[in-house]
Protein backbone atom coordinates (compact mmCIF):
# COMPACT_ATOMS: atom_id res chain seq x y z
CA UNK A 1 0.00 0.00 0.00
CA UNK A 2 1.56 3.57 -1.24
CA UNK A 3 2.50 5.79 1.94
CA UNK A 4 0.41 9.15 1.41
CA UNK A 5 3.26 12.49 1.60
CA UNK A 6 1.73 15.38 2.72
CA UNK A 7 3.23 18.98 2.47
CA UNK A 8 2.87 20.95 6.37
CA UNK A 9 3.44 24.13 5.97
CA UNK A 10 3.40 25.91 9.58
CA UNK A 11 5.47 28.51 10.77
CA UNK A 12 5.30 27.77 14.33
CA UNK A 13 7.94 25.19 14.96
CA UNK A 14 6.09 23.56 17.74
CA UNK A 15 3.01 23.13 15.78
CA UNK A 16 4.51 21.91 12.82
CA UNK A 17 6.78 19.00 15.35
CA UNK A 18 3.58 18.22 17.40
CA UNK A 19 1.01 17.76 13.74
CA UNK A 20 4.21 16.26 11.46
CA UNK A 21 4.54 13.74 14.33
CA UNK A 22 1.22 12.72 15.17
CA UNK A 23 0.62 12.28 11.31
CA UNK A 24 3.21 10.07 11.06
CA UNK A 25 2.49 7.97 13.85
CA UNK A 26 -0.93 7.39 11.07
CA UNK A 27 1.25 6.10 8.84
CA UNK A 28 1.68 9.41 6.44
CA UNK A 29 4.85 11.20 5.37
CA UNK A 30 5.26 14.64 6.00
CA UNK A 31 7.25 17.10 4.56
CA UNK A 32 7.71 20.34 6.63
CA UNK A 33 7.93 23.79 5.47
CA UNK A 34 8.34 26.83 7.99
CA UNK A 35 7.19 30.01 5.21
CA UNK A 36 5.46 30.17 2.22
CA UNK A 37 8.50 30.50 0.30
CA UNK A 38 9.94 27.41 1.55
CA UNK A 39 6.38 25.91 1.03
CA UNK A 40 6.04 26.48 -2.86
CA UNK A 41 9.73 25.40 -3.32
CA UNK A 42 9.46 22.12 -1.59
CA UNK A 43 5.75 21.54 -3.43
CA UNK A 44 7.72 22.27 -6.66
CA UNK A 45 10.37 19.56 -5.45
CA UNK A 46 8.05 16.71 -5.09
CA UNK A 47 4.61 14.93 -5.46
CA UNK A 48 2.12 15.15 -2.63
CA UNK A 49 -1.19 13.80 -2.39
CA UNK A 50 -2.25 16.80 0.26
CA UNK A 51 -0.77 20.09 1.35
CA UNK A 52 -1.69 21.47 5.09
CA UNK A 53 -1.23 24.80 5.54
CA UNK A 54 -1.41 27.82 7.97
CA UNK A 55 -2.54 31.09 6.91
CA UNK A 56 -0.54 33.91 8.60
CA UNK A 57 3.21 32.77 7.39
CA UNK A 58 6.08 35.12 6.41
CA UNK A 59 7.43 35.84 2.95
CA UNK A 60 4.14 34.78 1.58
CA UNK A 61 1.26 33.96 3.32
CA UNK A 62 -1.26 31.05 2.86
CA UNK A 63 -4.01 32.64 0.25
CA UNK A 64 -0.33 33.45 -2.18
CA UNK A 65 0.82 30.04 -1.39
CA UNK A 66 -2.51 28.46 -2.00
CA UNK A 67 -3.06 30.50 -5.30
CA UNK A 68 0.31 29.44 -7.22
CA UNK A 69 -0.39 25.89 -5.80
CA UNK A 70 -3.92 25.68 -6.95
CA UNK A 71 -2.59 27.22 -10.44
CA UNK A 72 -0.19 23.74 -10.84
CA UNK A 73 -2.16 21.48 -9.14
CA UNK A 74 -5.70 20.34 -7.52
CA UNK A 75 -4.52 18.61 -5.10
CA UNK A 76 -6.38 18.74 -2.03
CA UNK A 77 -5.94 21.71 0.51
CA UNK A 78 -6.64 21.98 3.92
CA UNK A 79 -5.93 25.39 5.79
CA UNK A 80 -5.19 25.62 9.45
CA UNK A 81 -5.99 28.93 11.32
CA UNK A 82 -6.39 30.93 14.52
CA UNK A 83 -9.05 33.08 12.78
CA UNK A 84 -12.51 31.59 12.82
CA UNK A 85 -14.59 34.28 11.49
CA UNK A 86 -17.18 33.39 8.35
CA UNK A 87 -14.89 35.68 6.35
CA UNK A 88 -12.11 34.22 6.73
CA UNK A 89 -13.30 30.82 6.30
CA UNK A 90 -14.69 32.31 2.64
CA UNK A 91 -11.68 33.88 1.79
CA UNK A 92 -9.61 30.68 2.01
CA UNK A 93 -12.12 28.31 0.58
CA UNK A 94 -13.04 30.90 -2.26
CA UNK A 95 -9.20 30.66 -3.44
CA UNK A 96 -9.32 27.02 -3.58
CA UNK A 97 -9.25 25.58 -0.08
CA UNK A 98 -11.01 22.26 0.06
CA UNK A 99 -11.47 22.01 4.02
CA UNK A 100 -10.81 24.83 7.12
CA UNK A 101 -9.92 23.73 10.46
CA UNK A 102 -9.63 26.43 13.25
CA UNK A 103 -6.88 26.43 16.00
CA UNK A 104 -6.97 25.19 18.60
CA UNK A 105 -7.94 21.62 17.12
CA UNK A 106 -7.49 18.16 18.27
CA UNK A 107 -5.13 16.18 16.09
CA UNK A 108 -8.24 13.36 15.45
CA UNK A 109 -10.30 15.86 14.32
CA UNK A 110 -6.72 16.79 11.96
CA UNK A 111 -6.22 13.53 10.96
CA UNK A 112 -10.13 12.56 10.16
CA UNK A 113 -10.33 15.58 8.00
CA UNK A 114 -6.89 14.85 6.32
CA UNK A 115 -8.05 10.86 5.55
CA UNK A 116 -11.47 12.49 4.41
CA UNK A 117 -9.64 14.63 1.37
CA UNK A 118 -7.36 12.49 0.59
CA UNK A 119 -10.07 9.59 0.60
CA UNK A 120 -12.61 11.51 -1.97
CA UNK A 121 -9.44 13.04 -4.04
CA UNK A 122 -8.57 9.39 -4.67
CA UNK A 123 -12.09 8.21 -5.33
CA UNK A 124 -12.73 10.98 -7.49
CA UNK A 125 -9.32 10.29 -9.73
CA UNK A 126 -10.10 6.63 -9.93
CA UNK A 127 -13.77 7.46 -11.46
CA UNK A 128 -11.41 10.35 -14.08
CA UNK A 129 -9.16 7.31 -14.71
CA UNK A 130 -12.01 4.84 -16.00
CA UNK A 131 -11.56 5.88 -19.37
CA UNK A 132 -8.62 7.94 -20.80
CA UNK A 133 -10.22 8.62 -24.46
CA UNK A 134 -10.25 12.20 -24.96
CA UNK A 135 -13.46 12.28 -26.96
CA UNK A 136 -16.20 10.23 -25.67
CA UNK A 137 -19.29 9.63 -28.67
CA UNK A 138 -22.68 7.95 -27.57
CA UNK A 139 -25.54 7.98 -29.89
CA UNK A 140 -25.88 11.49 -31.43
CA UNK A 141 -23.75 13.09 -28.78
CA UNK A 142 -20.13 13.98 -28.20
CA UNK A 143 -17.80 14.96 -25.71
CA UNK A 144 -14.32 16.91 -26.33
CA UNK A 145 -12.49 16.61 -22.88
CA UNK A 146 -9.51 18.35 -23.79
CA UNK A 147 -11.66 21.38 -25.16
CA UNK A 148 -14.60 21.30 -22.79
CA UNK A 149 -16.89 21.13 -25.57
CA UNK A 150 -19.85 19.38 -26.37
CA UNK A 151 -21.86 18.56 -29.86
CA UNK A 152 -25.31 16.75 -30.86
CA UNK A 153 -25.88 15.91 -34.07
CA UNK A 154 -22.22 18.54 -35.05
CA UNK A 155 -24.13 21.36 -33.39
CA UNK A 156 -22.17 23.18 -29.98
CA UNK A 157 -24.24 22.80 -26.64
CA UNK A 158 -23.49 25.47 -24.25
CA UNK A 159 -22.91 23.40 -20.49
CA UNK A 160 -21.87 25.29 -17.02
CA UNK A 161 -18.57 23.63 -15.93
CA UNK A 162 -20.68 21.66 -13.14
CA UNK A 163 -23.21 20.13 -16.05
CA UNK A 164 -20.22 19.23 -18.28
CA UNK A 165 -18.63 17.20 -15.44
CA UNK A 166 -21.66 15.45 -14.70
CA UNK A 167 -22.14 14.66 -18.34
CA UNK A 168 -18.46 13.61 -18.63
CA UNK A 169 -18.90 11.07 -15.50
CA UNK A 170 -21.70 9.43 -17.68
CA UNK A 171 -19.70 9.52 -20.60
CA UNK A 172 -16.81 7.91 -19.39
CA UNK A 173 -18.46 5.25 -16.93
CA UNK A 174 -21.26 4.30 -19.49
CA UNK A 175 -22.22 0.85 -17.63
CA UNK A 176 -21.93 2.73 -14.06
CA UNK A 177 -24.86 3.93 -12.13
CA UNK A 178 -24.40 7.02 -9.58
CA UNK A 179 -26.01 7.76 -6.45
CA UNK A 180 -26.88 11.59 -6.33
CA UNK A 181 -24.29 11.37 -3.28
CA UNK A 182 -21.68 9.94 -5.46
CA UNK A 183 -22.12 12.56 -8.37
CA UNK A 184 -21.99 15.59 -5.57
CA UNK A 185 -18.61 14.31 -4.01
CA UNK A 186 -17.26 14.05 -7.72
CA UNK A 187 -18.63 17.52 -9.25
CA UNK A 188 -18.61 19.11 -5.96
CA UNK A 189 -15.82 17.85 -4.27
CA UNK A 190 -16.92 17.90 -0.65
CA UNK A 191 -19.53 16.15 1.42
CA UNK A 192 -23.09 15.59 0.18
CA UNK A 193 -25.45 16.40 2.80
CA UNK A 194 -28.65 15.28 1.22
CA UNK A 195 -29.63 18.29 -0.81
CA UNK A 196 -30.77 16.72 -3.63
CA UNK A 197 -32.42 19.86 -4.45
CA UNK A 198 -29.18 20.80 -5.80
CA UNK A 199 -28.58 17.43 -8.01
CA UNK A 200 -32.23 17.50 -9.14
CA UNK A 201 -31.41 20.66 -10.88
CA UNK A 202 -28.55 20.00 -12.45
CA UNK A 203 -29.94 16.55 -13.73
CA UNK A 204 -32.94 18.45 -15.25
CA UNK A 205 -31.06 21.59 -16.58
CA UNK A 206 -28.72 19.15 -18.33
CA UNK A 207 -31.40 17.16 -19.67
CA UNK A 208 -32.51 20.05 -21.55
CA UNK A 209 -29.74 20.56 -23.58
CA UNK A 210 -29.13 17.16 -24.88
CA UNK A 211 -31.92 15.43 -24.64
CA UNK A 212 -34.39 14.96 -27.58
CA UNK A 213 -37.38 15.58 -25.44
CA UNK A 214 -36.39 16.13 -21.64
CA UNK A 215 -39.71 14.36 -20.31
CA UNK A 216 -38.58 10.94 -21.84
CA UNK A 217 -34.65 11.09 -21.43
CA UNK A 218 -32.56 8.83 -23.27
CA UNK A 219 -29.40 10.01 -22.56
CA UNK A 220 -29.66 10.37 -18.97
CA UNK A 221 -31.97 7.64 -17.18
CA UNK A 222 -33.10 7.24 -13.97
CA UNK A 223 -32.44 4.30 -12.00
CA UNK A 224 -35.32 4.37 -9.56
CA UNK A 225 -34.19 4.29 -6.07
CA UNK A 226 -30.38 4.35 -6.83
CA UNK A 227 -29.60 7.10 -9.35
CA UNK A 228 -28.73 7.82 -13.09
CA UNK A 229 -26.45 6.48 -15.37
CA UNK A 230 -25.66 6.52 -19.22
CA UNK A 231 -28.88 5.42 -21.36
CA UNK A 232 -27.58 2.34 -23.47
CA UNK A 233 -26.64 3.01 -27.59
Known sequence: ??????????????????????????????????????????????????????IMMPKLDGIELMKIIRSINLLPILIMSAKDSDVDKAIGLGFGADDYITKPF????????????????????????????????????????????????????????????????????????????????FVWEEEYYNDVNVINVHIRRLREKIEDNASDPKYIKTIWGIGYKLGEF
Open 1 to 54: MMTNKILLVEDDMSISEMISEHLKKDGFDVICAFDGQEGISKFREGKFDLVLLD
Open 106 to 185: SMIELTARVKALIRRANRYSNVKEINDNNIIKKGNLEIDLDNYSVKKNNKTINLTSKEFEILKIFMKNPKRVFTKSQIYS
